[in-house]
């Protein structure tokens, strides 16, 4: 595909893009759901895809794991035809008034929610990624830029050949959906600031971080997850223990899983013996500072540790002299991603809650919540550690802009200017009910 | 100003800043007011500094205009007093429940407003917009960091030593606002990617596009602001007339005027003479696209003319075949900053108001509306025509991020997974009342 073929492509998608912002509610629940079917009837097509490239990528000796998250079987197909139909149940994102105001009797201020408008997603690897990213896209009135690994190029064609046939047939076209060549290089998406509105790279850290610091489009998403989980002089012990197993052990793999365990003073003896023996019946290692290398047997702390994002059953344990010590190391080692409290002590809670400036911070249970799903998001578009746009776990509204609408009936600015300069009313309404734009438009 | 003292002071600054994301409204609101009177304390100060600026310009032969906007006279005072006292009254920024989900019982999630962090401004020539960014700032709990221009660097500087005096009786400080050197340079400030979350630029057009352009930081504002109002064929073209002239000629250098007046070709022969006659009433030129030079007297359009923001008493007039030939000329031409409709067909209105994709889409009034304090923000931190954190007029809000914030006792995420996985509740609550961290802290 030549350059000349891309910007058509992109000028097509931007088009096309523009009319899925307008397009009905059930116009897009009812391709989502013909997506679906789709991929059962183009079956056979990709999973022989699949098997060519996995069959490569076991001839270049790519690693198991790599291996593992390429294969599209089945039960991948099962899973995201699920997602397809849940997708397709979602509220309707687009329209949704999120402020409206008299400015003046017959002068009524609207914003309302609507689609940011084309969406690059760059990913290593996982072909289903794919399809759940296609499909918030469309739920939200996004067209969509993709650029996966070239290892998953001929699943990833097929998947993208047979969603554009299904849309062919809607009434919405295939347009809005457009996956780049394996050779146009990832660098290149990187500068299309004109065409993208945001870019939501999937992948792992240091892919990620290159992604971030390589383009001047807005990027959704997080690198490193070092989390921490604080015991308060105060904490439950069983609690704590509870809770910092969880957190580190139950998908150690996870960016919300802790890396790091501090510990008050006043309840190191007691709880760090209790929860060694806890964490190494679950086969995690302990990285302890000298303190804490005093109370357990542990690998004795060097220098980094602290900056280690382990994504393994290995964890650092810190004795901390207080809560402001503790909320220090969080701001020095952590990545703003997910931090937790265990306490009884209210004052110490919303303190922690208050100067811990992360995406999530949690009192009394467990890291691992940090998820759109637990959080009832009802989809995951990714979890963002900026402070920009959204942060956290978001959702479909992580796809989202919002448009202001002003309605008059021929009201002009000098009325409202000058000696004699009329009020504005200023009165805020209900944000229930539908928008002005809502209802059918010729 | 070396290097590694900037860096200290812009550690501090980060620490001072985090201190005030958690300060009381009260003491926010106290420094506001101390700030306004501080400036009348030090106002000998100021206005020495600021003669001094103005006689070097003058000696530099700078422009009338720019001398203009750099006086800071006793009117610039009182109106930034008085910007002062009504910050200090708008309604608290922080803390506020934005989402409020009941994911089990004893298991709270809140999405909670906080402030961005660091805000970057970088403002030419006038130092009125120093005073005002700051207390915005103050008053969301961000820290700020200034650069301005070096026309007006003396009364710059007194006006932050004004403000740091201020705050150093305070409990919240001084460190939690920074003027960088008249001789750092703005290229410097744009790779502050660490320090900065958010950057303002408030100058020209070419200034706010060079900022756009050279940083990876996020940017709220707009460069050029291309703006249209479209006669459809149904309009009332006395009202019509009315919104036209109030939006050309209202005040023709600001960004929402309209450059381009698009006529539906059923309404050109009885609107345009009708339009331009109010319009020469009022002193603008206009540049008539063919069919409309066959209509009045007017300059012959000319390749380019569709892509200028003339700021100044001109309009283009062309006219086009129909709805859509219009929204054809605003996507390829306009800014995405703020576009009208007049009409009295629903549909239409509907139609454009929906299809349009700008930041602000009104119809039936003057495109000069939008604008925060027109629109009841209480105050206008800028104008961004981005889609991504924040679009069109923007209040504090704009100066805001969230953070989740999830309340247990004790929940571990393995009793929410697998086969006996217990079922979320996902309970939506009402978002009225305070936080989990509101209330005093130890």
């Known amino acids: 595909m030549g350059g000349r073929r891309i910007q058509e492509d992109i000028q097509r ?36 895809a699949n098997s060519l490239d996995i069959t490569e990528a076991r001839e270049s000796q790519l690693s198991d794991a790599l291996i593992k998250r390429l294969v599209f079987d089945e039960d991948k197909l099962a899973s995201v035809q699920l997602g397809l139909s849940q997708v397709a149940t979602l509220k309707d994102p687009i329209g949704e008034v999120l402020e409206r105001r008299l400015l003046d009797e017959g002068l009524l201020l609207e914003r309302v929610s609507f689609p940011i408008g084309v969406i690059g997603m760059i990913f290593e690897a996982r072909p289903d990624a794919l399809v759940q990213i296609v499909s918030l896209c469309l739920k939200s009135g996004n067209g969509i830029i993709l650029k996966g690994g070239k290892e998953a190029f001929r699943t990833n064609s097929a998947l993208v050949a047979s969603i554009k046939r299904s849309a062919r047939s809607s ?23 004109d065409a993208i509105d945001l870019l939501i790279p999937r992948g792992s850290n240091a892919f990620v971080r290159y992604v971030m610091d390589n383009t001047h489009i807005a990027v959704l998403g997080h690198a490193d997850g ?42 190191a003896e007691e709880f760090i013996p209790l929860v060694a023996a806890a964490l190494s019946g679950k086969g995690v290692s302990i990285h302890g500072d000298e303190a804490t290398a005093s109370l357990i047997f542990c690998t004795p702390f060097k220098e980094g540790d602290y900056l ?7 964890l650092n344990i810190r004795i901390v002299q207080d809560i402001e010590e503790a909320m220090e190391h969080i701001a020095s080692y952590g990545s703003r991603h997910t931090d937790a409290i265990i306490s009884e002590d209210k004052s110490a809670i919303r303190r922690f809650m208050r100067d811990v400036d992360s995406a999530d911070v949690f009192a009394n249970c467990s890291t691992r919540f940090a998820d759109g799903f637990r959080f009832g998001l009802g989809a995951e578009v990714g979890i963002s550690t900026a402070k920009i746009h959204a942060r956290g776990p978001v959702g479909l509204s992580g796809l989202m802009s919002s448009k202001w609408l002003l309605s008059g009936s021929g009201q002009t600015v000098s009325t409202y200017s000058g000696p004699e300069a009329k009020a504005f009313l200023h009165t805020e ?11 059918d438009a010729k």
């Open 13 to 48: 998608l931007k088009k096309s893009a523009t009319m899925l912002s307008g397009s009905s509610e059930s116009a897009r629940n009812a391709l989502l759901r013909s997506i679906r079917e789709g991929l059962s009837r183009d079956w056979a097509l990709i999973k022989e």
């Open 171 to 193: 009434p919405l076209g295939e347009e809005w959906v457009t996956l780049l060549e394996s050779h146009s290089d990832v660098s290149s998406m990187l500068k299309m600031d």
């Open 226 to 267: 070092i989390c921490h989980m604080y015991v308060d002089e105060s904490a439950d012990l069983q609690k704590a223990v509870a809770c910092a197993v969880d957190a580190k052990t139950q998908y150690p793999a996870a960016c919300n899983a802790i890396e790091t365990l501090l510990v008050h003073k006043s309840v």
């Open 308 to 314: 280690m994002e382990y994504l393994a059953l290995e």
């Open 429 to 439: 309404l209900d944000t229930e009910g539908q928008s002005v734009i809502a209802g």
